[in-house]
């Protein structure tokens, strides 16, 4: 542990999914708009559609609402697939988007044999908040938020789609008008 999270001002996750190492960053990353809870956990005055972290340093981690719409959440600082993540959270105490705020969302991807990783999170810098610290580390530490979060991942990962083989091709005799493909 590091002296920023004994002071608190560092929310500390672990979780462990059985799927390999490249999957898990990828669902992280490119399939965040399917886990992410978007209806409780957006910024913008319009309905939400989708969460979206652009694939390269200085990409933007923002929403996307239903008109269009996009509001700014952060920037990708630390792109290194599919080892390692991290991006800067600028939404304020008040959930409004403050580009001068910064705290930074550091996400490593271990891989722990064929098959599984295990994901640390940390959400550091939050003595950047001020007065409000206290109060953001403890929204930031519950079920509201990253543990609740990140369990929306794990399901996400859980839920992986099957690739089902494709259907074997027979040979059609004119009489026969259809298969069961």
Not at 118 to 135: M, T, V
Not at 148 to 175: M, N, T, W
């Amino acid at each position: 542990m590091n002296g920023d999270a004994e002071l608190g001002t560092t929310i500390h996750k672990e979780i462990l999914v059985e799927v390999d190492q490249r999957r898990a960053f990828e669902v992280f990353t490119a399939e965040i708009g399917h886990w992410w809870p978007l209806l409780t956990h957006h910024i913008g005055a319009a309905t939400p559609d989708v969460a979206i972290i652009e694939p390269f340093v200085n990409g933007r981690w923002f929403e996307r609402a239903m008109d269009g719409s996009e509001c700014d959440w952060g920037r990708v600082v630390v792109w290194d697939p599919p080892r390692h993540l991290v991006l800067t959270w600028c939404i304020n105490s008040r959930w409004k988007f403050d580009a001068t705020l910064g705290t930074e969302v550091d996400v490593t991807f271990l891989s722990e044999g064929l098959g599984r990783t295990r994901i640390i999170l940390e959400h550091r810098h939050l003595d950047r908040y001020g007065a409000d610290a206290d109060k953001m580390r403890g929204i930031f530490d519950s079920e509201g938020g990253w543990t609740g979060i990140l369990h929306k991942y794990v399901s996400r990962v859980a839920s992986r789609s099957f690739d089902a083989p494709p259907c074997p091709r027979y040979q059609i005799q004119e009489s026969t008008a259809h298969s069961e493909c």
